[in-house]
């Protein structure tokens, strides 16, 4: 595994590499990253990972300074995984020279995510242009875990580059918790919480199927978990997978639910 800490290594390193997989992470790794690098290492010649904390997708100073950073142990991981290159910019190597980012967001792509984190996805999009115009890969493998985000990076990415995104399932523990970097930031109390939660999630997304009144159930369980578990929730929709419009039927559709316990932030979908 070649570790690349600049432009300079970047270059030097890919300059006659063809047949490229990606995986953009922002580290603290856990098996859901695990299952997008083994796909690229099944799928591609050569797999390069990255970590990057990119400031300009959080919304929030104080998210961004306790986003969880376990390098050392990241480095491990990838490894024992055999991936060819990691690739581990410093701010100045993603944003020199300062550009101001000129993206700007359909009206209609407001909603869920960018809705309520004002500019994140501005940043994502941002940063994944700059990486895959650095990078070249021929394949990108993001998770459906952030669905949304994958939407959009297929919509306002991928047509501009020529990456394929592939998009990856979501991989959950026993209990039905999608694993997230985030996680780490739970007491272990919280953290069985949230696997209540999810369990929930899954039985209310079932329950869905076999009802008239889908609008309802939603908002007795927005209720109900709030009132027994304590939590916030920014949203709990039901949408189109394809569209992402608000949808009144299971079929083809996804259960879209971000919510936060204490000040931990977490999204899903199902
Ligand atoms: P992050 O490090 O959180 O920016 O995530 C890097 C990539 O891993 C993104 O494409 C995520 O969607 C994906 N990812 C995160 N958690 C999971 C999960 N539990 N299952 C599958 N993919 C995931």
Same mark, same amino acid.
């Given at each position: 595994m070649k570790i690349l800490l600049s432009n300079n290594d970047l270059n030097e390193a890919l300059y006659?590499?063809? *047949?490229l997989g990606f995986v953009p992470t922002m580290g603290s790794l856990h098996k859901g990253h695990i299952s997008l690098i083994k796909k690229s290492l099944k799928e591609c010649k050569k797999t390069i990972v990255s970590i990057f904390i990119n400031p300009?997708?959080? *919304?929030n100073k104080i998210d961004f300074k306790k986003y969880p950073r376990n390098n050392k142990k990241d480095m491990s991981i990838l490894k024992k995984l055999k991936i060819d290159f990691l690739y581990m910019p410093k701010v100045e190597d993603i944003y020199y020279p300062k550009r101001k980012a000129s993206i700007k967001l359909k009206k209609k792509d407001k909603i869920l995510c960018a809705k309520f984190r004002k500019g994140h996805f501005e940043g994502v999009i941002d940063v994944m242009e700059r990486l895959t115009k650095k990078i070249k890969p021929q394949k990108i493998y993001m998770g459906e875990k952030d669905y949304q985000q994958l939407y959009l990076i297929k919509k306002y990415v991928q047509k501009k580059y020529n990456a394929k995104i592939i998009s990856c399932k979501t991989v959950r523990d026993n209990n039905k918790l999608a694993f997230s970097s985030? *996680?780490? @930031? @739970?007491s272990k109390y919280e953290l069985t919480q949230a696997r209540k939660i999810s369990k929930e999630i899954f039985l209310l997304k079932k329950k869905l199927s076999k009802s008239k009144n889908i609008k309802k159930l939603i908002i007795n369980k927005r209720k109900e978990l709030i009132d027994s578990f304590n939590i916030k929730f920014d949203y709990i929709e039901l949408r189109d997978k394809f569209s992402l419009k608000v949808s009144n039927k299971v079929k083809n559709s996804k259960l879209f639910i971000a919510y936060f316990i204490k000040k931990i932030r977490l999204i899903d979908n199902f």
């Open positions: 006659d590499v063809s *047949n300009t997708q959080f *919304n985030r *996680n780490i @930031l @739970l």
